[in-house]
């Protein structure tokens, strides 16, 4: 049983019921322990970006993903210095990088300047991490893509301050990450669908809106059909569609 005190957040209860089980009857699998750890540090920042983006800030639970980030980082150099002559394996090396976007996506939310800033600097990391790797290796050129497009979002929420970028290079970010993703997962995969809705709000942004509702419907009767009506997901395309129509 779960015990966690996060309201309407299972996944969180999950994840961190996993990190027990995994501490409790695997104590020296450092491999297993990254995959819980970095689950719970998506759940958790899933679960903070939805409430931050919707006015409910978050901050105490923001000290615990950076917490999460913290262990898992160092549990990941530890699993380097134990394997100093072969090195980790890929999927560690893209869970790295994955853990600087999740605390970029976090800092976004926050929708103040340093925040902003910050989550520049995370995103930068990440895209960082993943251009170290092969880029031919399956997810590390969609990884690099996404840390970019999250680097653009960032600078053409703050370009008043600063930053450069118009409408039109985010939107030729987000194209390249549709394609990438829907090439590699096909057009039924949650994070396709996730990412095709980012994409149609980049498209009505930049005054595409013929071709964002041609998008939006396809995209709510995949998810509705592959992830069901009730699915998160499909709630937050449904929702998106509803207001460009």
Request: charged fraction near 25%.
């Amino acid at each position: 049983n779960c015990h966690q005190p996060y309201q309407n957040e299972p996944a969180v209860d999950m994840a961190n019921e996993f990190i027990s089980y995994v501490n409790d009857t695997h104590p020296d699998d450092q491999g297993l322990l990254v995959a819980a750890l970095k689950l719970k540090l998506g759940a958790l920042g899933e679960y903070i970006y939805r409430q931050n983006m919707s006015g409910n800030s978050q901050g105490g639970l923001k000290v615990e993903a950076t917490d999460t980030a913290n262990k898992l980082l160092s549990l990941i150099t530890q699993m380097r210095l134990d394997n100093s002559s072969r090195g980790v394996s890929l999927r560690i090396r893209q869970i790295e990088a994955f853990v600087y976007l999740d605390l970029g996506q976090i800092c976004f939310s926050e929708k103040t300047s340093d925040s902003g800033r910050e989550a520049i600097g995370h995103f930068e990391k990440c895209r960082r991490l993943f251009k170290a790797m092969d880029k031919n290796a399956p997810g590390v050129q969609q990884g690099i893509t996404c840390a970019e497009n999250s680097v653009a979002a960032t600078m053409l929420r703050y370009q008043d301050e600063g930053c450069t970028i118009t409408l039109e290079e985010k939107l030729k970010h987000s194209r390249r990450m549709y394609k990438i993703c829907t090439g590699e997962y096909g057009h039924e995969d949650a994070e396709s669908i996730k990412v095709g809705t980012n994409l149609a709000i980049d498209l009505r942004n930049a005054k595409h809106s013929v071709e964002a509702l041609r998008l939006l419907p396809q995209l709510v009767s995949t998810s509705k059909r592959v992830h069901g009506a009730d699915h998160s997901l499909t709630k937050r395309v449904e929702s998106t569609y509803q207001q460009y129509k």
